[in-house]
């Protein structure tokens, strides 16, 4: 099945279960609570709460393609550097929008929304999403599984293209630079030309007297 076809089934049975589930669970404390935190945190730039919610070891599952990060990841540090890094190069604004909460018996969260954003490039971003965090003995998630379509991310800025960027930058600037130069040689060179050129004419003028 297709990472859309998917997304868009996890969509339909997340908000199948608002029909069974009490989605003023999103009031709640307890896990609901924890993942209405992160996501607000994460919504106003503080990471640092953002990571605290998760398992050191937490496991994150995405769709892979551009959406930040790419598919899978193991490990806040890994998160940190894969998806923030992702996010923080290629967006200007980025964030995920909750619209409703399920609080499930057996310790997960499910969560639909849209993630939405600005990219660096120009490129807008608002499509939607389900998260399901994963809870076990701890009040931190271990598990963190996101449906969304990947192909409908702008492209992202990764290390090696920011990389390549930069070193063009500078290159131009180099040659901007070197050109500039260039003028100004010029400049002085046709500055000492026309004394030079004035006194031939004066001298020209006393050989003819």
């Known amino acids: 099945m297709a990472v859309k076809d998917q997304a868009g089934e996890a969509l339909t049975k997340a908000k199948r279960r608002f029909g069974i589930e009490n989605p003023s669970a999103a009031d709640a ?9 992160a996501l607000r945190a994460f919504g106003e730039g503080d990471f640092d709460t953002f990571i605290d919610a998760l398992q050191d070891d937490v496991q994150w ?3 892979g393609g551009d959406f930040p990060g790419g598919d899978d990841i193991e490990g806040c ?9 992702d996010i923080k190069r290629t967006y200007t604004e980025f964030g995920f ?10 310790g997960a969260v499910i969560v639909v929304g849209r993630f939405t954003g600005e990219a660096a490039e120009g490129d807008s971003l608002d499509t939607p999403a389900v998260q399901i965090w994963q809870f076990g003995r701890s009040t931190e998630a271990e ?7 990947g192909a409908a991310f702008p492209e992202l800025i990764t290390e090696q293209k920011e990389r390549e960027r930069k ?3 500078e290159k131009k600037a180099e040659k901007q630079k070197a ?11 046709d500055s000492e030309d026309e004394p030079r050129a004035e ?3 004066e001298e020209k003028d006393d050989d003819s007297d």
């Open 61 to 63: 599952e995405a769709p």
């Open 77 to 85: 540090d890994t998160l940190k550097d894969k998806f923030l890094g």
């Open 29 to 37: 404390d307890g896990n609901v609570g924890t993942v209405r935190g």
């Open 199 to 201: 006194k031939d004419d």
């Open 167 to 169: 070193e063009e930058e």
């Open 179 to 189: 050109e500039a130069e260039d003028s100004d040689a010029e400049d002085e060179d």
């Open 97 to 106: 929008v909750p619209e409703n909460f399920v609080d499930t018996d057996d």
């Open 143 to 149: 598990l963190i599984r996101i449906y969304t379509d």
